[in-house]
C-alpha cells in the first residue's frame, strides 16, 4: 500500500464503523477496558479491519492495536523488538466520541528499525486528513504544512491532558490549559497554531508515533523531560512536544518537576 492507500483504507473504515455510530451508540456497545477507560464497538470494529488490511499488504510487519494490547501482555515487547510495524489507533479520543464530541479521530502509523517513518490521522467529523513521510514534509488535505516559530519561546502558550497541571504554571511559562484529549486533534492544533507546546504523560505508541513525525516534519520538536528525542520503541513516560526546539528546550528548562506533579 502507498500512503494515498492507506489513508483511504481509513476513510473507508471510519464511514463503514465509526461514524454511523457518533451519537448513536446503542446500549451494550459501550465498554469499559478499566475503571474509566472506554472502549466501544466502533474501537473494535476499526482495529481488526485495519490490522486485516495492513496484514495483509505488508505480510512481514507487526501490526501494533490499542485494543489488542488489552488482551495480548506481549504485544508491546513484541512491538518494540520488530524490524518492521505500523501502529494503530482505532478510535483516539473514545471518550470524546461517546459524549458526542467530533474531537476524535483514526491513526496510524508506520515504523521501521524503530523509528517512525509514515504518519496517518483521519479526523473523520472534521473531515480533515493528515498524512506525513520522513523527510518529505506534513500535509493537511493535500497542502505541505509547517509550523511558525514562536515568537517569544520563554512565555510559550501550554495545554496537557495531565489534568493535577491544568492551570498550573512554571517559571515564565503562562497557566496550562486542558487539551483536546485527544493526541488525533491536539498535534494537529499545535501544528496550526492553536498551542505551541503539548505535555503528557503516558506514553502509548499508537498515540504518539503519527503526531510526533509530523511535528517534526513541521518543524517541531519531540522529545522528553530529560533531552532525549522522543521514539515510538522508548516507552519512557513523559513527553514534551513543542513548536520548535527553543520552545521545548525553554519548557525543559522552566517546568522540570512537571510530570512529578501528576
Known amino acids: 500500500m502507498d500512503t494515498e492507500q492507506v489513508l483511504d ?20 456497545e459501550v465498554m469499559e477496558k478499566n475503571p474509566g477507560d472506554l472502549v466501544t464497538v466502533a474501537d473494535q470494529e476499526s482495529e481488526v479491519i485495519l490490522t486485516r488490511e495492513l496484514s495483509a499488504a505488508f505480510p512481514g510487519a507487526f501490526i501494533l492495536g490499542e485494543e489488542r494490547t488489552a488482551t495480548d501482555r506481549t504485544a508491546i515487547a513484541q512491538f518494540v523488538a520488530a524490524e518492521h510495524a505500523f501502529t494503530v489507533d482505532p478510535v483516539d479520543g473514545t ?12 491513526m496510524v502509523s508506520e515504523v521501521r528499525g524503530g523509528e517512525t517513518v509514515r504518519g496517518w490521522i483521519w479526523q473523520p467529523e472534521h473531515e480533515v486528513a493528515w498524512v506525513a ?5 506534513v500535509w493537511r488535505d493535500g497542502e505541505r504544512v509547517t509550523r511558525a516559530p514562536v515568537a517569544d519561546a ?6 496537557t491532558s495531565i489534568w493535577p497541571l491544568r492551570g498550573h504554571s512554571f ?3 503562562p497557566p496550562l490549559v486542558g487539551s483536546w484529549v485527544c493526541c488525533g486533534v491536539d498535534y494537529p492544533r499545535l501544528m496550526e497554531g492553536a498551542t505551541d507546546y503539548i505535555l503528557y504523560a503516558r506514553n502509548s505508541p499508537w498515540d504518539h508515533s503519527p503526531g510526533s513525525l509530523m511535528v517534526r516534519e513541521a518543524g517541531g520538536a519531540v522529545g522528553h523531560p530529560d533531552g532525549r528525542p522522543y521514539a515510538p520503541t522508548s516507552l519512557t513516560p513523559g513527553i514534551i512536544v513543542a513548536a520548535d526546539r527553543a ?6 528548562r522552566q517546568a522540570p518537576d512537571a510530570f512529578a506533579r501528576r
Open 9 to 28: 483504507l481509513m476513510k473507508h473504515v471510519a464511514a463503514e464503523v465509526i461514524t454511523p455510530r457518533f451519537r448513536s451508540l446503542a446500549d451494550g
Open 95 to 106: 471518550k470524546n466520541f461517546v459524549h458526542g464530541s467530533p474531537d476524535h479521530a483514526v
Open 133 to 137: 513521510e520522513k523527510g518529505a514534509g
Open 154 to 159: 520563554d512565555e510559550p502558550r501550554g495545554v
Open 171 to 173: 517559571g515564565t511559562l
Open 247 to 252: 520552545t521545548y528546550a525553554a519548557v525543559r
